[in-house]
């Protein structure tokens, strides 16, 4: 069954786009608490990553990096509540479908830490 949202176009289908958007950070952030932990996390190092001493491209790429974090623990986060949807019994897929979310956020998290160590190192 397709959507019946999919037909929609220009306007109507940004204003349903935000929309969907900003649901989705409400379930995260309800529902999630690396989400939640990693939205305080870029709460203080994005402003912190503004008022270091790094030219702008630096700063960009601390910035990027910690919205990289967010960007990948939600589609981690709609990736687990998929698999949870479909059912809660263990199975090796479901486990493997996870784990690999999992990994994506922690590959993140070392790209965050790699890439502020290095523009800091620059400066």
């Given at each position: 069954?397709?959507?019946?949202?999919?037909?929609?176009?220009?306007?109507?289908?940004?204003?349903?786009?935000?929309?969907?958007?900003?649901?989705?950070?409400?379930?995260?952030?309800?529902?999630?608490?690396?989400f939640r932990q990693e939205v305080?996390?870029?709460?203080?190092?994005?402003?912190?990553?503004i008022f270091l001493p790094a030219?702008?491209?630096?700063?960009?790429?601390?910035?990027?990096?910690?919205?990289?974090?967010?960007?990948?623990?939600?589609?981690?986060?709609?990736?687990?509540?998929t698999v949870d949807r479909i059912?809660?019994?263990?199975?090796?897929?479901?486990?493997?479908?996870?784990?690999?979310?999992?990994?994506?956020?922690?590959?993140?998290?070392?790209?965050?830490?790699?890439?502020?160590?290095?523009?800091?190192?620059?400066?």
């Amino acid at each position: 069954m397709e959507s019946p949202y999919k037909g929609k176009t220009g306007l109507r289908r940004l204003i349903n786009a935000f929309g969907y958007s900003l649901a989705g950070f409400r379930a995260a952030y309800k529902h999630e608490d690396a989400f939640r932990q990693e939205v305080l996390l870029a709460a203080i190092l994005i402003p912190l990553a503004i008022f270091l001493p790094a030219n702008l491209i630096g700063k960009a790429l601390m910035v990027g990096s910690v919205l990289l974090v967010i960007i990948v623990e939600l589609i981690n986060s709609g990736i687990e509540a998929t698999v949870d949807r479909i059912s809660l019994d263990s199975h090796d897929l479901a486990k493997r479908a996870k784990d690999i979310g999992s990994a994506a956020v922690l590959v993140s998290l070392i790209n965050a830490v790699v890439v502020w160590a290095l523009v800091l190192m620059a400066s």
